[in-house]
């Protein structure tokens, strides 16, 4: 495939913030943005620039690329581009080609990446939140408050949906606030984390009974946005920590939950309190600030036994070689792969495609808002053709 056509233009995402919308030879990609970043991420845009990527990719000469014949081929795109342009406009532009190429050869974008892909990822869905990511003064100090069941995408939105719709009839008896969604469309509270880890067991009981499909319950602390001067602050209930204090606080609360997944409990450079609590939890430790898709990041993590899941957001690097690179590590190392939405989203079904081109073990993404429901029925769209396959004998 020879690149005709690109252009790059300027939209909204679903916080009204500009973001970067790319076009290859007539297949487009919008990138989303993150307002919990680590600081370890590629920056967004060059210069901190969405018009400066913009004008560069509209300039440049693409037939200096050559020809592209397969994913591999993206190599070529980053030799010339990659520190030319942020991380978001070079995930927009690699996934546009990916999708031109894909057109062309008249196949879906997550077959260019594994025609034998088969298994669906499992739904990760943000129910209650706090943190950066929610605008209320009080509010819990944990980020994001997550359920999961192991069923495939149709069965999934429904019972995530209806976690969803019970925390919003539990916390509407028991908020101060006016009950209201959040950058994710997770509800807001202010209540604190234990008390909204309370309600999430209540969920999960509510769920099982009534419907008799178990469901698991997790969360994202987003520990390094209260970490400060060697302490973690927690503004609710007005404690402090220590690293072993905290150490001691996400242990206790992983076996008085028995809670299936914790995303980054730690700072986002306490490798070593991350191993800790890998020999403490069992249950899925997950980073994300901590290893900001980022390869060499990733492989120190498997390295000190720091992590047993991994948050993958193609927009943080930008590089969906890199992407695969680090998907093809942690399934030989045997590190639970998780490809996660931002939280200021468009309707881009992209990150679908890739969670199940990737193999990926699970992708985190709430069941709410048209933006996140456009990538759940993307998934489910996947499921189906394969339902198809399967009965046609192919």
């Known amino acids: 495939m020879n690149i005709k056509e690109v252009k790059a233009i300027i939209i909204l995402d679903s916080r009204g913030e500009e973001t970067i919308e790319v076009s290859v030879n007539g297949s487009r990609t919008s990138a989303p943005a993150g307002k919990s970043t680590g600081k370890h991420e590629r920056p967004a845009y060059k ?10 990719i509209n300039k440049f000469d693409y037939d200096t690329l050559g020809k592209i014949s397969d ?27 990916l999708k031109a190429l894909a057109r062309e050869k008249n196949i879906r974008l997550w077959q260019v990446i594994d025609p034998n892909a088969e298994r669906l990822p499992r739904i990760i869905s943000n129910t209650i939140g706090g943190g950066v990511h929610t605008n209320s003064r009080i509010k819990p100090d944990f980020q994001e408050f997550l359920v999961t069941c192991n069923k495939d995408p149709v069965i999934a939105r429904v019972i995530n949906q209806k976690a969803h719709r019970e925390a ?43 419907s008799g499909v ?31 204090e905290q150490i001691e606080y996400i242990t206790n609360l992983s076996r008085k939950y028995n809670l299936f997944y914790i995303e980054d409990p730690l700072d986002e450079d306490d490798f070593s309190g991350f191993a800790e609590l890998v020999k403490n939890c069992n249950c899925i430790i997950v980073g994300d600030d901590l290893t ?35 998907m093809d590590l942690c399934k030989r190392q045997g590190i639970k792969t998780i490809m996660s939405h931002r939280s200021g989203e468009t309707l881009d079904i992209t990150i679908a495609d890739l969670a199940f081109g990737f ?24 499921e189906n053709s394969m339902r198809r396959k399967k009965i046609m004998g192919r």
């Open 47 to 56: 210069l901190s620039s969405v018009k400066r990527d913009r004008d560069f």
């Open 71 to 97: 994913f591999y081929d993206l190599v070529k795109v980053e030799d010339k581009l990659k520190t030319k342009i942020g991380a978001n406009t070079l995930f927009a532009l690699e996934a546009s080609i």
């Open 168 to 210: 919003g009839e539990i916390i509407s008896n028991l908020s101060l606030q006016n009950l209201k969604p959040n950058d994710e469309n997770a509800w807001s509270t202010d209540e604190d984390n234990e008390r909204v880890l309370e309600i999430m067991k209540n969920i999960q009981e509510n769920i099982s009974e009534d």
């Open 214 to 244: 178990h469901i698991d319950i997790g969360i994202d602390c987003a520990a390094s946005q209260f970490f400060s001067d060697g302490k973690y602050r927690y503004k609710n209930l007005k404690a402090s920590r220590s690293p072993k």
């Open 292 to 326: 900001v898709t980022n390869l060499e990041r990733v492989k120190k993590a498997i390295k000190m036994e720091a992590i047993t899941g991994l948050i993958v957001k193609p927009n943080q690097t930008g590089s969906l070689v890199e992407v695969k690179e680090i």
């Open 359 to 382: 193999q990926c073990d699970f992708i985190k993404i709430p069941v709410v808002g048209k933006e996140r429901l456009a990538k759940i029925n993307r998934l489910i769209e996947i």
